[in-house]
Every structure is written in structure tokens, then in C-alpha cells.
């Protein structure tokens, strides 16, 4: 059974950071395109970022410069680094991995809140 289990949401002031994390299993981590989607209240989801199976990444526009994407196939895992964080960035986060199919997690709650 595929699974992908993300962590790491909470709130957080205006300036502050956060790590994301996600837990693969049931598919082979490694052989799978990654990334991060969000959707805030009442918009539509958005897509944040992604990392190939070599670990190029890349960026939307709004979050370029200020968050990093990473992976680490030995532990089935991909993170989401968050910095300067802003009330913009408030969203439910989700992990998803685009291969021979695609899968999405649960997600988890980011509020930038003062």
C-alpha cells in the first residue's frame, strides 16, 4: 500500500521557518519524481516545487529563494526547508510523487501567523 506521510506544519511568526518532511513507502522512492502542492482557504491548489530522480530542483515564483526542496532515497524521505516565512504562505501542504502513478499525502497545516 502506498503511503506518503507528511510532517512538520505548525505555526509560525511572519520571518520564521519551518521543515517539512514526507515518508514514502509502498513504491520504489528513488524511481519517482517529488514535490510540494499547497492550497490555502478558498484558492486553488498550488504547485510550491519539485526534485527529480537526480535532485534538480526547481521553484514557483513565489516561494523562489526563500524555500528548498531536498530528497534522501535512503530514507524514503523529502523535505520542504521554509524560510521568511509569510501570512501568504499559510496553506495545507502536500507531498506528492509523480512516477508510473501518481500519489498524494494527507498534508499538513502551515500558519504564519503573528
Known amino acids: 500500500q502506498v503511503q506518503l506521510v507528511e510532517s512538520g506544519g505548525g505555526l509560525v511568526q511572519p520571518g520564521g521557518s519551518l521543515r517539512l518532511s514526507c515518508i514514502g513507502s509502498?513504491?520504489?522512492?528513488?524511481?519517482?519524481?517529488m514535490g510540494w502542492y499547497r492550497q490555502a482557504p478558498g484558492k486553488e491548489r498550488e504547485w510550491v516545487a519539485g526534485i527529480s530522480e537526480t535532485s534538480t530542483t526547481y521553484y514557483g515564483e513565489a516561494v523562489k529563494g526563500r524555500f528548498t526542496i531536498s530528497r534522501d532515497n535512503a530514507k524514503n524521505t523529502l523535505y520542504l526547508q521554509m524560510n521568511d516565512l509569510k501570512s501568504e504562505d499559510t496553506a495545507v501542504y502536500f507531498c506528492?510523487?509523480?512516477?508510473?502513478?501518481?500519489?498524494w499525502g494527507q498534508g499538513t497545516q502551515v500558519t504564519v501567523s503573528s
Open positions: 506528492t510523487a509523480a512516477g508510473q502513478k501518481d500519489y
Open positions: 509502498g513504491f520504489t522512492f528513488s524511481d519517482y519524481k
